[in-house]
C-alpha cells in the first residue's frame, strides 16, 4: 500500500498527530510560560531520530528534537523499551539548548521494533540552581544553572521512575508548577505514539517507514529547486556586538549546497551567554528555510543541503562546563548575523533587520496574597524591519521565537505577584524609510511584593537594528527600572536586581529598521503616521523632509 495516495494520508496524519501532541500540551501544562506564551514545541521522528514531522510554538525548539532523539539512540542502544520516556535538558547530553527546556521523548514500537519517536521541549520555571528562575547573569558554568538530566529514563516500561521525578521536583523552588508541567509533557508524547500506533497498524510499519522517507526525500527536492534560485558565491559579514566583540560569518552558495562558515569567531564567553554547537545549526537551518521553502512542513530533507563550519571552543560550539543560561540571545545573533550577511542580496526574501532579541525578562519574589514563590518568565515583541515594498509588523516575536504569543495582562496579574500598568507600541524615533519598520513595545510591570527580583538579557540595545537601502536603523531594546526613591535605572544585562513595592520596570524594545530612502515616503504616509502618534512634526522634517500644509 505505497501507492501515492495512501502515502499522502500517512503524511498529513503525521502532521495531524504532532498538532494534537501540541494542544495536549498546551491544554495541560501549569506554567503561563507553556500554555499562554507556547514557549514549547512538538514533533515527531523516524526510528533514526530524523525530524518528519512538527507540531506549532518556537521554530528553533523544533530543531532541537531530532538531535535529542539521536543523542538517546547513541546512549541507549538497545536499552530502549515500549513505554519507555527519557528526558534531558543538558546540552551536552542531548538538550541543545538550556537547563530550563525539558526535552520529553518516546519510542513507538509495531511489530516488535521502533518505527518512530514522539518528542516534545518546553522552557519550564524553575529547575533549580544559583538563582530563582535558574537563570542568572552571574553563572560561569553550568553546575550554577541548574538540574542537569543527561538523558535518562524517567519512566521505564511504563512505570514511573519515582526517585528521578523526585530528584526533578526537589530541585525546583516551584516544585507544583515543574511537577504539572512534566506531566504535560508526558501525555503529549503518549498521545502522539497512541496515533502513530494506530497509524502503522492500520497501513503496515514498512508502508508507514516508506511514506516518512518520500516526505523526507520531496522535503531535499524542493530544498534543492529553491537554492537553484538564489545567487551563487561568498558572502561575507563582520559585525561589532553590544559587548565589544565581533562576530564573522561566511555564506558559500552552490547549487547544491549552503554553507555557513562561523569558524572564525571569538573564544566561548566566561559567563552565560553560549550556544553548543546543536543551537548554531538550528539558528543556520531557520535561515535556511526562510530563504528557500518557508511555505512547506520542515523535515530532515530540508536541510540536507546545508552544512555549518564552526570551531570548538568558541561562543557558537562551547566546550562543557560552560554556563548557557543565555545561549538564546547568543543564537539569535547567529540567525540575524546569516539573515544580515545575505539580505541585501535577496531583498524579495529578508527584510531589514528586526528587532532581534528574545528581551527574556524573569521578575519575581513571594507572591504578596500566596506567600508562594513566583517567577514571571517572559520573552517579548518587538518592531520587524521593512520590506522593499511595505512597512515592516509591530509588536510580533522575534524571528527565532517564532509562532509564540505574549502573556496577556490578567493573566500576569491573577497569576503573579504585579501589576501591569501599561501595555503600548514604542513611538520614539528610528526604523524610519521609504517604508518604516514596525513599532516595538512598552510594557511596564508594577511590583507588589516587598522583596522581588529583576533578570533580563537584551541585545540590540546598542548596536540597533540594521536598514538596507537607506534606511534608518531601529530604535533598540532595553529595560528601564523606576525606583520608589525617584531614581531611573536603565540596562540591557542584569541579574538579580532587588525590586521592592511599587517599583517599576519599563520594556522598551525597538521598532525594526527601514527601508529605503526616507525623503521617499509617501507624504500622506508620513502624515498618516504623525496622526497616529507614530511620529512628531520634528521628526517628519528631519528623516522625511516633510512640511505640513494646512488648507
Same mark, same amino acid.
Given at each position: 500500500?505505497?501507492?501515492?495516495?495512501?502515502?499522502?494520508?500517512?503524511?498529513?496524519?503525521?502532521?495531524?498527530?504532532?498538532?494534537?501532541?501540541?494542544?495536549?500540551?498546551?491544554?495541560?501544562?501549569?506554567?503561563?510560560?507553556?500554555?499562554?506564551?507556547?514557549?514549547?514545541?512538538?514533533?515527531?521522528?523516524?526510528?533514526?531520530?530524523?525530524? !518528519?514531522?512538527?507540531?506549532?510554538?518556537?521554530? !528553533?525548539?523544533?530543531?532541537?528534537?531530532?538531535?535529542?532523539?539521536?543523542?538517546?539512540?547513541?546512549?541507549?542502544?538497545?536499552?530502549?523499551?515500549?513505554?519507555?520516556?527519557?528526558?534531558?535538558?543538558?546540552?551536552?547530553?542531548?538538550?541543545?539548548?538550556?537547563?530550563?527546556?525539558?526535552?520529553?521523548?518516546?519510542?513507538?514500537?509495531?511489530?516488535?521494533?521502533?518505527?518512530?519517536?514522539?518528542?516534545?521541549?518546553?522552557?519550564?520555571?524553575?529547575?533549580?540552581?544559583?538563582?530563582?528562575?535558574?537563570?542568572?547573569?552571574?553563572? =560561569?558554568?553550568?553546575?550554577?544553572?541548574?538540574?542537569?538530566?543527561?538523558?535518562?529514563?524517567?519512566?521505564?516500561?511504563?512505570?514511573?521512575?519515582?526517585?528521578?521525578?523526585?530528584?526533578?521536583?526537589?530541585?525546583?523552588?516551584?516544585?507544583?508548577?515543574?511537577?504539572?508541567?512534566?506531566?504535560?509533557?508526558?501525555?503529549?508524547?503518549?498521545?502522539?505514539?497512541?496515533?502513530?500506533?494506530?497509524?502503522?497498524?492500520?497501513?503496515?510499519?514498512?508502508?508507514?517507514?516508506?511514506?516518512?522517507?518520500?516526505?523526507?526525500?520531496?522535503?531535499?527536492?524542493?530544498?534543492?529547486?529553491?537554492?537553484?534560485?538564489?545567487?551563487?558565491?561568498?558572502? %561575507?559579514?563582520?559585525?561589532?556586538?553590544?559587548?565589544?566583540?565581533?562576530?564573522?560569518?561566511?555564506?558559500?552558495?552552490?547549487?547544491?549546497?549552503?554553507?555557513?562558515?562561523?569558524?572564525?569567531?571569538?573564544?566561548?564567553?566566561?559567563?552565560?551567554?553560549?550556544?553548543?554547537?546543536?543551537?548554531?545549526?538550528?539558528?543556520?537551518?531557520?535561515?535556511?528555510?526562510?530563504?528557500?521553502?518557508?511555505?512547506?512542513?520542515?523535515?530532515?530533507?530540508?536541510?540536507?543541503?546545508?552544512?555549518?563550519?564552526?570551531?570548538?571552543?568558541?561562543?557558537?560550539?562551547?566546550?562543557?562546563?560552560?554556563?548557557?543560561?543565555?545561549?538564546?540571545?547568543?543564537?539569535?545573533?547567529?540567525?540575524?548575523?546569516?539573515?544580515?550577511?545575505?539580505?541585501?542580496?535577496?531583498?524579495?526574501?529578508?527584510?531589514?533587520?528586526?528587532?532581534?532579541?528574545?528581551? $527574556?525578562?524573569?521578575?519575581?519574589?513571594?507572591?504578596?496574597? =500566596?506567600?508562594?514563590?513566583?517567577?514571571?518568565?517572559?520573552?517579548?515583541?518587538? $518592531?520587524?524591519?521593512?520590506?522593499?515594498?511595505?512597512?515592516?509588523?509591530?509588536?510580533?516575536?522575534? $524571528?527565532?521565537?517564532?509562532? @509564540?504569543?505574549?502573556?496577556?495582562?490578567?493573566?500576569?496579574?491573577?497569576?503573579?505577584?504585579?501589576?501591569?500598568?501599561?501595555?503600548?507600541?514604542?513611538?520614539?524615533?528610528?526604523?524610519?524609510?521609504?517604508?518604516? $519598520?514596525?513599532?516595538?513595545?512598552?510594557? %511596564?510591570?508594577?511590583?507588589?511584593?516587598?522583596?522581588?527580583?529583576?533578570?533580563?538579557?537584551? @541585545?540590540?540595545?546598542?548596536?540597533?537594528?540594521?536598514?538596507?537601502?537607506?534606511?534608518?536603523?531601529?530604535?533598540?531594546?532595553?529595560?528601564?527600572?523606576?525606583?520608589?526613591?525617584?531614581?531611573?535605572?536603565?540596562?540591557?544585562?542584569?541579574?538579580?536586581?532587588?525590586?521592592? @513595592?511599587?517599583?517599576?520596570?519599563?520594556?522598551? @524594545?525597538?521598532?525594526?529598521?527601514?527601508?529605503?530612502?526616507?525623503?521617499?515616503?509617501?507624504?500622506?504616509?508620513?502624515?498618516?503616521?504623525?496622526?497616529?502618534?507614530?511620529?512628531? !512634526?520634528?521628526?517628519?522634517?528631519?528623516?522625511?523632509?516633510?512640511?505640513?500644509?494646512?488648507?
Amino acid at each position: 500500500m505505497s501507492d501515492p495516495i495512501t502515502l499522502e494520508i500517512i503524511q498529513n496524519s503525521l502532521q495531524a498527530t504532532s498538532d494534537e501532541m501540541f494542544a495536549a500540551m498546551r491544554k495541560t501544562a501549569m506554567s503561563s510560560i507553556i500554555y499562554e506564551v507556547l514557549d514549547m514545541g512538538t514533533g515527531i521522528t523516524d526510528a533514526q531520530g530524523r525530524i !518528519a514531522s512538527s507540531g506549532a510554538g518556537i521554530p !528553533a525548539f523544533i530543531g532541537v528534537l531530532d538531535k535529542s532523539v539521536q543523542f538517546i539512540l547513541s546512549k541507549f542502544g538497545d536499552d530502549i523499551r515500549p513505554n519507555d520516556v527519557f528526558i534531558t535538558n543538558d546540552p551536552w547530553h542531548g538538550g541543545v539548548t538550556h537547563l530550563n527546556d525539558l526535552v520529553l521523548a518516546m519510542p513507538v514500537f509495531s511489530g516488535g521494533a521502533i518505527i518512530a519517536w514522539t518528542a516534545n521541549i518546553a522552557h519550564n520555571s524553575d529547575v533549580g540552581g544559583m538563582a530563582p528562575g535558574s537563570l542568572s547573569g552571574d553563572a =560561569t558554568e553550568i553546575f550554577q544553572e541548574g538540574l542537569r538530566l543527561p538523558a535518562v529514563k524517567l519512566i521505564r516500561a511504563g512505570v514511573t521512575d519515582q526517585a528521578v521525578m523526585d530528584i526533578i521536583t526537589c530541585n525546583s523552588r516551584m516544585p507544583d508548577f515543574l511537577l504539572g508541567d512534566v506531566w504535560a509533557a508526558i501525555a503529549a508524547v503518549r498521545i502522539g505514539a497512541k496515533r502513530l500506533e494506530d497509524l502503522a497498524a492500520k497501513y503496515t510499519p514498512a508502508t508507514f517507514k516508506t511514506a516518512m522517507d518520500s516526505f523526507m526525500d520531496f522535503g531535499e527536492k524542493t530544498a534543492l529547486a529553491e537554492l537553484a534560485k538564489l545567487p551563487k558565491g561568498t558572502f %561575507e559579514l563582520s559585525e561589532p556586538q553590544d559587548d565589544g566583540r565581533t562576530y564573522n560569518v561566511k555564506v558559500t552558495i552552490t547549487d547544491d549546497e549552503f554553507i555557513v562558515d562561523l569558524r572564525d569567531n571569538p573564544p566561548q564567553d566566561k559567563g552565560c551567554t553560549n550556544t553548543s554547537r546543536d543551537g548554531t545549526i538550528v539558528c543556520a537551518q531557520m535561515l535556511f528555510k526562510s530563504v528557500t521553502d518557508p511555505e512547506t512542513p520542515a523535515n530532515e530533507g530540508s536541510f540536507r543541503p546545508l552544512k555549518v563550519l564552526t570551531t570548538e571552543g568558541t561562543v557558537f560550539h562551547a566546550q562543557e562546563p560552560a554556563a548557557i543560561g543565555f545561549y538564546f540571545e547568543t543564537e539569535v545573533r547567529v540567525y540575524d548575523l546569516i539573515w544580515r550577511c545575505l539580505a541585501p542580496h535577496v531583498p524579495e526574501r529578508l527584510p531589514a533587520g528586526h528587532f532581534s532579541s528574545i528581551c $527574556g525578562t524573569f521578575v519575581g519574589g513571594t507572591h504578596p496574597d =500566596t506567600g508562594r514563590q513566583y517567577t514571571i518568565i517572559e520573552p517579548q515583541i518587538g $518592531g520587524w524591519g521593512a520590506w522593499g515594498d511595505r512597512d515592516g509588523n509591530p509588536c510580533i516575536f522575534s $524571528g527565532f521565537h517564532g509562532e @509564540t504569543y505574549n502573556t496577556p495582562a490578567e493573566i500576569s496579574e491573577a497569576r503573579n505577584g504585579l501589576y501591569i500598568d501599561k501595555m503600548a507600541l514604542n513611538t520614539a524615533p528610528g526604523g524610519e524609510g521609504e517604508y518604516n $519598520g514596525g513599532r516595538g513595545l512598552v510594557l %511596564e510591570y508594577r511590583i507588589r511584593t516587598q522583596s522581588g527580583f529583576l533578570t533580563a538579557g537584551y @541585545t540590540r540595545s546598542v548596536v540597533k537594528p540594521w536598514p538596507l537601502d537607506g534606511g534608518e536603523e531601529g530604535s533598540g531594546n532595553f529595560i528601564e527600572v523606576d525606583k520608589i526613591t525617584g531614581k531611573t535605572e536603565h540596562y540591557a544585562f542584569v541579574s538579580g536586581l532587588d525590586l521592592t @513595592t511599587d517599583d517599576v520596570v519599563r520594556v522598551i @524594545t525597538s521598532s525594526g529598521a527601514g527601508f529605503g530612502d526616507p525623503r521617499k515616503r509617501n507624504p500622506g504616509s508620513v502624515a498618516m503616521d504623525i496622526k497616529n502618534g507614530f511620529l512628531t !512634526a520634528e521628526r517628519a522634517r528631519e528623516v522625511h523632509g516633510y512640511e505640513e500644509t494646512t488648507e
